[in-house]
């Protein structure tokens, strides 16, 4: 008896007329690994007043960072919980900061305002770690920022107290060499 010939399907052990499987293994969505690390600052339900009733959603604040000098905030509203923590993800991607540190720490100290929140960095020397609380402490570590210390004044808000931690990431300068030093290493 001769051999019938199979076309070859290029899949095996599958049913007849079923569909090949995906490209990328499992059944599900594709996920490629995230380049930050994230953690959740607030999340809380929220409602907007229509003619119609109420409209719920969810707002998330988000800090992401690489712990090696980067560090962004996202601060998002969805439906759905996922959907709220995806665009805060998405948002803080897009405004990333490089923290600049010298000897294990901020150059300089710093104050900024950002609405009623009032955040005050000083630099604290090695081995001190962070002595800093709420948003001003998870925003230094995500940076990571080793030693820092830290005054909230005048508010509670985590958003405000975050986004004032920000600015005064922005006003942050390295200090210029002297011109004497600049001679003497040339």
Do not use: W
Not at 33 to 53: C, H, M, N, W, Y
Not at 75 to 92: H, N, S, T
Not at 145 to 162: E, T, Y
């Amino acid at each position: 008896m001769e051999e019938q010939k199979r076309k070859p399907t290029g899949r095996t052990g599958a049913a007849p007329g079923a569909r090949p499987p995906r490209a990328g293994g499992s059944g599900g969505r594709h996920t490629e690994p995230k380049e930050f690390e994230q953690k959740i600052l607030d999340l809380s339900r929220v409602t907007r007043v229509t003619a119609g009733g109420k409209r719920m959603s969810f707002r998330c604040t988000l800090v992401i960072g690489d712990k090696k000098g980067r560090v962004g905030l996202g601060v998002a509203k969805g439906v759905d919980v996922q959907i709220a923590i995806d665009k805060a993800y998405r948002q803080a991607k897009k405004n990333v900061l490089r923290v600049p540190l010298t000897h294990a720490t901020i150059p300089h100290p710093i104050q900024v305002k950002f609405g009623s929140a009032m955040v005050l960095l000083k630099p604290a020397p090695s081995g001190t770690g962070l002595k800093c609380g709420g948003a001003v402490r998870m925003v230094l570590e995500f940076a990571g920022v080793p030693n820092a210390s830290s005054k909230i004044l005048n508010s509670s808000n985590k958003i405000n107290i975050a986004k004032a931690t920000f600015e005064a990431i922005k006003q942050l300068r390295l200090p210029k060499k002297p011109a004497v030093a600049q001679a003497v290493a040339a």
